[in-house]
């Protein structure tokens, strides 16, 4: 039984830094594709924000250069630092994570997500 459990969330102003994490359990992040998405207010979608899969790692355009993602293998544990926040990164920030090692941008490609931390800048 795949779970996926976020934390790391708050309240920041803009230009400030956040780091989320997400521990797996019954799942191992080296061998499958994982990211990030978010939900922002008012939205129905969600959108990707950044993907890694052994080794490479890949960023949506609006995030690039802000936002940094990593692996602690021992603790099975994937990070996101958020520099530089804005108020537009303000939503609810989800770790997903597929069966397979291709990456997609699709939310509607992840079978395994977490619950979910508020991010919110202002």
């Known amino acids: 039984d795949v779970q996926l459990v976020e934390s790391g969330g708050g309240l920041v102003q803009p230009g400030g830094s956040l780091r989320l994490s997400c521990v797996a359990s019954?799942?191992?992040?080296?061998?499958?594709?994982m990211g990030w998405l978010r939900q922002a207010p008012g939205k129905e979608e969600r959108e990707g924000v950044v993907?890694?899969?052994?080794?490479?790692?890949f960023y949506a355009d609006s995030v690039k250069g802000r936002f940094t993602i990593s692996q602690d293998k021992a603790e099975n544990t994937v990070l996101l630092q958020m520099n530089s926040l804005q108020p537009e990164d303000t939503a609810m920030y989800y770790c997903?994570?597929?069966?397979?090692?291709?990456?997609?941008?699709?939310?509607?490609?992840?079978?395994?997500w977490g619950q979910g931390t508020q991010v919110t800048v202002s």
């Open positions: 019954g799942y191992t992040y080296s061998s499958h594709c």
């Open positions: 997903a994570a597929r069966r397979v090692l291709a990456c997609s941008w699709s939310p509607a490609d992840f079978g395994y």
């Open positions: 993907l890694t899969r052994a080794g490479s790692s």
